[in-house]
């Protein structure tokens, strides 16, 4: 059952603690890369054969098993792909950047370009849930920011074959090559690249703790975009809220990950007393009831305080994956939210609209990294480069300051190098 706690009479050390699994998977990790650095494609299909049971021809999905996938899902389903597709291009269209230059100074140009990552890979997990939506979530932004070769990783089952919607859902979101591979030994591919798998610049999308791990460990030979959590809920709610609709909400995270964290923090001790039977009443009836379970005993938390100013001071120390504002008036709250990867507000706002169709991202910021980091976006696949211009004169004028700045600083090759083209005039 979950636990009920007062704000008031509980430390906050105990209130944002949360049961983690502790498995050092770094040594695992380290020679699966290592492996497949040094025997490329033979060590996919081993490991291929060996974690996902599947003895493999190809580790490239080829244009008629799309084919197929899409037959199977339905043109219901693909219909149901594109609009949701359509809502997140919509979103994140507007995400984009763009160069600029400036010439405010005579025979001076400054700027800075956008310039798109060539190659970026995606990772999809398997395993016991399959996710089209992260497909869509983590492909569309980088095809927006002009991402050439959009390369997708998936493990198959042991037919050799990847989940039909994520497959129909890679079409749909333009994903450029799909490979059947998982783990770390697929981070690896992507890191590296092999005989088949194309090298990557950038490697995101969600993962177990070896894919976790393997991104840890490619960094820096690839960018990442972050090292996500179990997933996590917290909802603010006043007294007016409807309990069956709060424990419906908590549980649609809960039933991600047996260490996923749902939170509801709320002014009226009434009402946490009947969500929490909510919960208890709900929880047998979902197909995913024993990870629900395991996660609203172990990480689940009913705070009470005392109004809602403090269930947002609340809602920011712990900045929240998710966030729901469950109140009257919520945009008069909004500028009140300073730590959350992505706010839900009002009553007829559900976290899932995020994951599934809204069109914001659902790739967040977890364990508290909302402090400091963001969604996935646009943003996530393109650098920056800079660009300086000045003409004979205008280095002229600057010379002298860069000289003194560069001797301040004791770099004497520096100042030099801005006034040696100028020496033969001053003599």
Do not use: W
Request: net charge negative.
């Amino acid at each position: 059952m979950i636990r009920i706690l007062d704000l008031k009479n509980t430390p906050y050390d105990s209130i944002f603690s949360r049961e983690e699994e502790k498995t050092d998977v770094s040594q695992a990790v380290a020679e699966i890369i290592q492996n497949v650095r040094q025997n490329g494609d033979r060590a996919l299909f081993e490991y291929c054969k060996r974690f996902d049971k599947a003895e493999l021809e190809s580790l490239e999905v080829t244009n008629e098993e799309l084919d197929e996938a899409e037959k199977e899902v339905g043109e219901e389903f693909m219909a149901l792909l594109r609009r949701a597709a359509k809502n997140i291009r919509a979103f994140h269209q507007c995400q984009k950047r763009q160069s600029f230059f400036l010439n405010e100074q005579e025979g001076i140009v400054i700027g800075q370009k956008i310039i798109p990552i060539e190659n970026a890979g995606l990772y999809v997990p398997g395993g016991t849930a399959s996710y089209p939506s992260t497909v869509l979530m983590d492909s569309i932004p980088a095809k927006i920011a002009g991402v050439e070769n959009m390369v997708m990783v998936s493990p198959p089952n042991s037919k050799g074959r990847i989940s039909a919607p994520i497959l129909a859902a890679a079409r749909v979101a333009g994903v450029d090559r799909i490979f059947k591979l998982g783990g770390a030994q697929a981070i690896a591919a992507l890191a590296y690249g092999t005989e088949t798998v194309p090298k990557v610049d950038k490697i995101v999308g969600p993962g177990n703790a070896f894919v976790a791990e393997a991104k840890k460990q490619v960094f820096g030979q690839v960018s990442i975009d972050m090292i996500a959590g179990p997933s996590e809920i917290l909802i603010v709610a006043d007294k007016k809220s409807d309990a069956k609709v709060l424990a419906a909400d908590l549980l649609s995270q809960a039933e991600h990950d047996k260490m996923a964290s749902a939170v509801l923090v709320t002014e009226s001790k009434e009402l946490a007393e009947k969500v929490s039977l909510e919960l208890e009443r709900q929880i047998p009836l979902l197909e995913r009831s024993d990870i629900a379970r395991c996660s609203i005993d172990t990480n689940g938390k009913i705070l009470i305080c005392e109004d809602l100013e403090k269930a947002i001071e609340t809602a920011n120390k712990l900045a929240p994956e998710h966030l729901e504002l469950c109140v009257d008036a919520p945009f008069d709250y909004l500028d009140k939210i300073k730590h959350a990867g992505s706010v839900f507000l009002g009553r007829y706002c559900p976290e899932a609209l995020g994951d599934y169709y809204a069109g914001p991202n659902h790739t967040l910021p977890t364990g508290g990294t909302a402090r400091f980091s963001s969604p996935l976006s646009v943003d996530d696949f393109i650098k920056k480069t800079q660009v300086t211009y000045y003409t004979k004169d205008a280095l002229k004028k600057a010379s002298a300051d860069v000289f003194n700045f560069a001797n301040a600083e004791g770099l004497t090759a520096h100042a030099k190098s801005a006034v040696v083209r100028f020496e033969d005039e001053d003599k």
